[in-house]
C-alpha cells in the first residue's frame, strides 16, 4: 500500500510538473475557446449565468485562468483560483485587470480556505489527480451551508471508442516532453478534423455531438491544444457514473446530479 501510494504521489506531482509546461507553452483563450457561451454550456443544466452573478466562487485548477476569467465575465463578485503549478504565474498575469475580484493561490486543491464560498467549480481536473476524495471534501468544507459544487470530468461511456485509441497511445506520450507532443498533436490533428467532417456527415458517430458543437468552434491552435490536453498528462482517469456520483456523494454532497455532456462526459453538482 505504501508502494501504491508513492506512486500516486508521483504521477500526481509529474501531472501537476506537464500542465505546468503546457500551460507556460500555451497562454492564451482566444474566441469560443474563452468565452461566456462556452462557459454557459459546460455548467448548464445545473447552473446558469445567472446563478454566477454576485456570488463567492472558487475555482479548483485554474491553469491560465480561462475559467476565472469566464466567471468573472458571468458576473461572479470574486473567484479564488487554485493553481498549484508554475502556470501560476500565467494566471496571475491573465487576470491581473480584475486583480480587486481575485484571489490567486499557488497551491493543490486540499489546501482551499474555508471561506464560505457560495460556489466552488472544477472544471477538467479531478479526472487529472489520482487521489481526488480529499480535494472534493476541502472543497465541502470550504462551501457555506446551500453552497454548492460542480466539476466536469472525462466519462467512461460514451468515449469507449476514444479510449481505445488514445490510452495506448498515452502510454509512451504521457512519458514524452510536451514539445515532443505537441509535434504529435500537428500530426494527429488531420486525423482529427476528417473523423469530425465524417461526424458531421453520420451525427451517430462517438463524439459526434461534442466535436460539432464544441471541439470544431474553437480557433484551429485551440483545437490541437485540445489535443495536447489528451495525450500530454501522466494522469487521466475516465469517470463511469456512478464513480462520478461517488466522488461528490461520499464527501458529504447531497442532491447530487448528473448530466452525460454531448454523450461523453459527466458533469455533477452537488450540494452542502
Not at 447552473?47 to 485554474?62: H, W
Not at 497511445?169 to 510536451?178: E, S
Request: net charge positive.
Amino acid at each position: 500500500m505504501q508502494h501504491d501510494r508513492a506512486a500516486r504521489n508521483s504521477d500526481r506531482d509529474q501531472t501537476i510538473h506537464d500542465f505546468g509546461e503546457q500551460w507556460t507553452r500555451h497562454t492564451e483563450n482566444p474566441d469560443y475557446y474563452g468565452s461566456v457561451e462556452l462557459f454557459a454550456d459546460i455548467i448548464a443544466p445545473f447552473l446558469t449565468l445567472e446563478d454566477i452573478k454576485d456570488r463567492r466562487c472558487a475555482d479548483i485548477g485554474s491553469g491560465t485562468g480561462r475559467i476565472v476569467l469566464m466567471m468573472l465575465a458571468a458576473g461572479a463578485a470574486s473567484v479564488t483560483a487554485v493553481e498549484p503549478s508554475r502556470a501560476y504565474d500565467v494566471l496571475v498575469r491573465n487576470t491581473a485587470k480584475a486583480a480587486d475580484r481575485v484571489r490567486s493561490l499557488n497551491v493543490t486543491g486540499e489546501a482551499l480556505p474555508k471561506d464560505d464560498f457560495d460556489l466552488i467549480l472544477s472544471i477538467g481536473v479531478l479526472h487529472h489527480i489520482p487521489e481526488p476524495r480529499p480535494v472534493v471534501k476541502a472543497a465541502y468544507e470550504a462551501l457555506r451551508p446551500g453552497g454548492k459544487m460542480l466539476v466536469w470530468l472525462y466519462g467512461h461511456e460514451g468515449s469507449r471508442t476514444y479510449q481505445s485509441i488514445f490510452v495506448p497511445i498515452r502510454f509512451v506520450t504521457r512519458n514524452l516532453p510536451v514539445v515532443v507532443n505537441e509535434t504529435l498533436a500537428w500530426l494527429l490533428y488531420p486525423v482529427v478534423l476528417a473523423y469530425a467532417a465524417l461526424a458531421g456527415r453520420w451525427p451517430g458517430l462517438p463524439l459526434s455531438n461534442y466535436l460539432a458543437n464544441v471541439f470544431m468552434r474553437f480557433p484551429p491552435a485551440e483545437r490541437r491544444l485540445v489535443i495536447v490536453d489528451q495525450i500530454n498528462p501522466r494522469w487521466a482517469k475516465f469517470y463511469k457514473r456512478e464513480e462520478a456520483e461517488a466522488l461528490l456523494r461520499d464527501a458529504g454532497f447531497k442532491n447530487v446530479r448528473l448530466h452525460h455532456r454531448h454523450g461523453y462526459s459527466w458533469t455533477v453538482c452537488g450540494t452542502k
